[in-house]
């Protein structure tokens, strides 16, 4: 079996890359995709807890997250889609419309 | 009905209310009917535009007066009558009313009631005839009289209800409603500047001294919890006051007195005042507004009286001797030098209040340090002084309302005769405008003299009315002019403080007799000045109506002084009736022994100096330097030629040259009115202006200065706030994981 402490450690630097990425790029389906990073990362954590604590509550978490996750790029690629349509371009630099 | 301690049920009591308020629903009526007709023929001609509906309110309320007074003097005791119309008490815990009253409508009579209730009525309506007279023949008042129609009867509701009033609350709001009508009135002609300004200063000047009334009052309140008369005035209650409290709160009452009755310091309002038509005069300065401040002063009597505040209050009955005496000189040299025939009238009428003042004083502080309640001699001291003071009320009221209405006529004339010579050819022209387009001074002694054969009627009615302000022997204001100067000098025998006042209100006979010679022999002797005086005619219907009224009321205060008027109105409790215990014959040879010839030294001689400095040296000065004789060929009525003969050969014979004094720095000072107005005004611009621009520069800074500074400093966080507001969706998940991470720090940190 796999030490607990390690999935931590791999959930960790998976949610600081996801973060980063979230920051750092323009592309909107790229920070999508670092959400899902970040979301993983959760999972991760839930699976390392799950496992440390022999409880199974934390891999049903897992998979309701996963679902929730599923749905989520649904929606969030809608929005890019009519974002797109709005404004032909799904750079996060040229959309600042809660500004106003 | 029903009420307090002493009420008394009787016929006239019941309607007495309707004394107060037939005038005060005539007002709004006139105002209204005026504004309906104005301009209709009917109501110019028949209705007088108001005077004549004015006019039957002011018979039925003096008839009414009258027959109220009859009652109390029929009743004999002269003791206390009160009605009650409405009363309100607390509700108590049982639902009940709890018997005591807290407010409520009610008369109250007594002898000093009954005096000015008579002086306000009986003037109030000559007054009125007198209007109707001169309002209404004077173009320049067209189309506008009901208001002043409307603001009279008011003033006089104002007036008969502060007298009749049953609480010092009630009091104070109807001195208040007078103080409101004296504004609208003296601000008749407001299109004019002068007026709309002595109308303010009017205003502003007493409303200085009706501060302090009210805070009187509200100690009054502290002191006994009511202002209701019957209880205030209960000797029981009074000896459980601490007498020092009663003392600043009675002293508070007096400074308003002092204001409504133009004293110094807060007289200058009163000369100003003549802005308004004449018979605003008259009513403001004899009958009514002045005289509520003497009365709120004779009010106080049953305080000095009380036996718990015996010579408690004799400081405060000094200041009141004092600041009469100090007016009393001080207004009557500004007179000297007025040319203004109201203006010397206005000086005048502060000089005699002043009178009354020290004759209040001296009368209250020998009732406070006298032991009058078991001392017979006492009692009679006190009682004619007292009465003294309230009896040169009365003959001040008559003479100073007759003169001024007197003086009224010949202005009224002066007018006429002016229009007559200079617009004599478009007689037939509108001539609203006449009045204003040349510089004419129809008020300036300058322009008249030599109208005594002219206008004889108001001549005598002057000539009287002088008489008797000055006090020459027999007539009007001698019998009470002469108790109080006695009075001030019986007083300052005992109190050397009392020798200020004393002292004043001697050398002010000489003055008085001086400066009222002076009016009438510029007016009325020597020769007519100008062209428009040699063409005066009296004319005007209505005028001499309230004139001869007045003159003979004046000639017969001897009656009065023969009825013992002056022990009959001092005494408050009753014990003498009318005619006292003599008759009328009896009563006059007592008076008259009294005054003439009196055992003790003192006052023998006392009494002969003020004859001979206000009827000989006064007058006689007056006629060396004004006197002269009429026009050749004219000649005045038999009892008024032997004095302009006398005039004019005193004149001729000790006439001396005054130009240097004319000219001197006091007689300037005088025609300043000794700078007091000048003195306000800077003390005005100083203290006022500046605690105004203070507090405006308070304002501006700091009230202002914080909202500005907190509307500022937001605006300003809020550009900063601004600016993180990117509309970037990286900088929001930013901020969202910092916002987690400083709560995950402030969890680690708390727990």
Sequence with gaps: MIDPAWVSVLSAILFTIGLWGAFTRKNAIVVLMCLELILNAANLQFVAAAIQHGDASGWVYAIFAIAIAASEVAIGLAIFLAMYGQHETISLDDVNLLKH | MGGTSETISSTFIEYAIFIVLLPMLAFPIILFLGHIFNGNQTWVKSAKEGGLIALPIMVASFILSMLLISEFIGAGTGSHHIGNWLSFGWIGEDGMTINEKVFGVGIYIDHVTVMLLFIASFLCMLINIFSIGYMNTDPINDNRNHRFYAEFVLFCSGM????????????????????????????????KPSAAYAAKKAFLTTRVGDVFLVIGLVMLWNLFDSLDYAIVFNEDLIAQVDPGQLQLALGMMFIGAVGKSAQFPLHVWLPDAMEGPTPVSALIHAATMVNAGLYLVARMFPFFGAESMHGELVDLAFII?????????????????QDDLKKVLAYSTMSQLAYIFTGLGAALWLANSYDWHTDDKAHGIVVVAFGAALFHLFNHAMAK???????GSVIHEMHHAH???????DHGDDHHDDHHDDHFDAQSMENMGGLASKMPITATAMLVGSASIMGLPLIGGFWSK??????????????????LPAACVLIGAAMTGFYMSRMWLKTFAGK??????????????????????????????VILAGMMFTHWAGEPNGGYAFFGEKGMLKGLIYEFEHVFVNPDAFFFVLTYVAIFIGAIVGPGLAMALYGGSLKDGEKAKPWMQPIINLSSRVNAKRGFDNSAWANSGLSNALKERLYFDKWYDAAMLKLVAGFANISAAFDRNVVDGTIKTIESTSQKLSTQVRRLTTGSARDYIMMAALGVLVIYMLLEVMI
Excluded: Q
């Excluded at chain 2, 004092?322 to 030098?337: W, Y």
């Excluded at chain 2, 300052?492 to 403080?497: I, Q, V, W």
């Excluded at chain 2, 309230?546 to 003159?551: E, G």
């Design chain 2, 419 to 425: 229009h007559d010579l200079h617009h004599h050819d």
């Design chain 2, 160 to 191: 008969l209800g502060m007298v009749l009033a049953d609480s010092f609350l009630w009091l104070f709001i109807f001195w208040e409603l007078m103080g409101l009508c004296s504004y609208l009135l003296i601000g008749f002609y407001y299109e």
């Design chain 2, 321 to 337: 001797a004092a600041i009469g005496g100090i007016t009393a000189v001080m207004a009557a040299a500004i007179a000297f030098v």
């Design chain 2, 482 to 499: 002469e108790g109080i100067i006695a009075n001030a000098w019986r007083v300052a025998l005992e109190d050397p403080r009392f020798f």
């Design chain 2, 401 to 407: 309302g007759m003169l001024f209405m007197a003086s």
């Design chain 2, 528 to 557: 007519p000045k100008t062209e428009v005086a040699a063409n005066v005619h009296e004319h005007t219907p209505w005028i001499p109506i309230p004139l001869v009224t007045l003159t003979f009321v004046s000639l017969s205060s």
